[in-house]
C-alpha cells in the first residue's frame, strides 16, 4: 500500500510542479481537462496497467467490461433528459449522452435543467426506469472466460481507497489537513528527486525558484447565478484592482468555466486578504 501511496504522490506532485511553472498565457488552459488528463490521468492509467500484456488492457477496455450503469455526475444547473413514457415517478433521469442512444430518445420526453443535489446518471439502474433502463453503451456483453488476476484487483483497489482518502481531505471543512498533506507529498517528492542539489551540494538558484512556485497560490471566485453575472463582474474588477492583479476578468471563464481567477501563483496572505475584501464587498 505505501508504495502505490507514494507512486500516486509522484505522480500528482510531478503534475503540480509542471503546472505551476506553465507559461501558458490563459490560465484556463494551464488547469484545464486536457492538461490534467496529460499530466495525471496519463500516468496513473501506465501505472494502473504497468506488467499487464496488451491483450488484457484491450479486454479490461472492452465492451465486456464495461460498467451496467452510467457513472457521470448531474450537477445542479446541468441539461438533462426524462422519458415521459418509461421514468418511475419523478426519477429518471439521463445525461444527454446515454439519452441520445437510447429508445428513449424516440418517445414522448423532456429537457430541464437540473436543480436538485449531485447524483449520477440513472442509466443502468433498474429502479428508476418501467422499460429500457440501460442504453446501448452500457448493456453488458456476454461475459467471457477473461479473469482479473488478483494482484491487478488489490493494487486497482488501494489505488481507489488513497484517491478516495485525498478526496475526503479535500471536501473536509478544516483546510489545513489536505494542504498539510500536499506539503508531506512535496517534501517527500523533492527529496527522493534531490531537485534542490547539485553535485557540489548547493542549492540550484532555477530549482528553488521552481519549487517555490508550487507553494504559491491562486485565488478563484466562482460564480452560481445567485447574482447578475455583470455585477458580479464588477465586483470581481474592484477585488483585482484592490489586489494590484488589474481590474481586466475573462467573461469567458465566468460562462464557460463557472469561476473566474482574481489571483494566479501569488502568496497565501494576499489570497487571504483578496478573499475578505471579495465577502466585505
Request: glycine share 4%; aromatic share 10%.
Amino acid at each position: 500500500m505505501e508504495d502505490i501511496k507514494s507512486r500516486l504522490d509522484s505522480i500528482i506532485i510531478n503534475g503540480l510542479l509542471v503546472t505551476s511553472n506553465d507559461t501558458e498565457i490563459d490560465v484556463s488552459q494551464v488547469y484545464g481537462k486536457n492538461k490534467l488528463m496529460k499530466l495525471v490521468g496519463v500516468p496513473l492509467e501506465n501505472y494502473i496497467f504497468e506488467g499487464c500484456d496488451l491483450d488484457f488492457k484491450q479486454w479490461f477496455q472492452s465492451k465486456e467490461c464495461n460498467l451496467e450503469a452510467c457513472t457521470k455526475v448531474l450537477t445542479p444547473y446541468s441539461f438533462i433528459y426524462t422519458c415521459l413514457d418509461c421514468r418511475v415517478n419523478e426519477i429518471g433521469h439521463a445525461c444527454e449522452d446515454c439519452f441520445r442512444r437510447s429508445v428513449h430518445f424516440y418517445h414522448e420526453h423532456e429537457l430541464r435543467c437540473y436543480d436538485s443535489i449531485y447524483k449520477t446518471c440513472d442509466c443502468g439502474h433498474l429502479d428508476a426506469w418501467k422499460s429500457h433502463p440501460t442504453c446501448p453503451k452500457h448493456i453488458k456483453a456476454e461475459r467471457s472466460e477473461g479473469v482479473l488476476p488478483e494482484p491487478f484487483i488489490s493494487k486497482l483497489t488501494y489505488i481507489i481507497q488513497y484517491l478516495c482518502q485525498l478526496f475526503e481531505e479535500i471536501c473536509t471543512e478544516n483546510d489545513s489537513i489536505f494542504d498539510n498533506h500536499m506539503e508531506n507529498m512535496l517534501e517527500t517528492y523533492l527529496r527522493a528527486k534531490c531537485s534542490n542539489l547539485i553535485p557540489n551540494q548547493e542549492k540550484s538558484s532555477l530549482n528553488a525558484e521552481i519549487d517555490a512556485n508550487c507553494r504559491k497560490s491562486c485565488l478563484l471566485i466562482p460564480y452560481d447565478d445567485t447574482f447578475d453575472l455583470d455585477e458580479f463582474i464588477d465586483c470581481l474588477k474592484i477585488i483585482r484592482e484592490i489586489s494590484g492583479e488589474g481590474g481586466y476578468v475573462d467573461t469567458n471563464d465566468m460562462n464557460e468555466q463557472g469561476y473566474a481567477w482574481v489571483l494566479y501563483l501569488s502568496d497565501v496572505e494576499k489570497c487571504k486578504k483578496s478573499q475578505r475584501i471579495n465577502r466585505e464587498i
